[in-house]
């Protein structure tokens, strides 16, 4: 044999041994990947659960709510109509101008001051420790 055959031989062992690495590198990859996907998978079902408890707990909380409301709606026009009729009358009251007014002017000292040179908001930093 010459030459041209030990380095078929040795061409043929290396492609065997190169696909079997490559094969292996391939599953670990999957593996891992599938892993991720799995915990991600879970993480997202547990949030759900954890949303949907919340909203049945938040739709009992509502309907307690509207229970009670009711019944002290019906205790009170069985109390005294004109004492329900000034309470109902109360609730769709509208804001008179001078209340709507005195609103917003309070609303306009909340407003942040105007912009600065650069478009920046003008602030003062306090840090810890420093008064």
Do not use: C
């Amino acid at each position: 044999m010459d030459n041209s055959y030990w380095l078929l031989a040795a061409g043929g062992v290396g492609a065997v041994f190169g696909a079997g690495g490559a094969w292996a590198l391939a599953v670990l990859r999957w593996n891992r990947l599938s892993r991720d996907y799995r915990n991600q998978l879970s993480k997202s079902e547990q949030a759900r659960q954890f949303v949907m408890q919340q909203g049945d707990q938040a739709r009992r909380q509502v309907e307690a709510l509207q229970k009670e409301v009711g019944e002290l709606r019906h205790r009170l026009a069985s109390q005294s109509p004109q004492v329900a009729a000034s309470v109902m009358q109360a609730e769709v009251t509208p804001i008179s101008d001078e209340e709507l007014l005195l609103q917003a002017s309070l609303m306009a000292d909340l407003e942040p001051d105007e912009p600065d040179a650069e478009g920046f908001a003008k602030t003062q930093m306090i840090l810890p420790g420093r008064r």
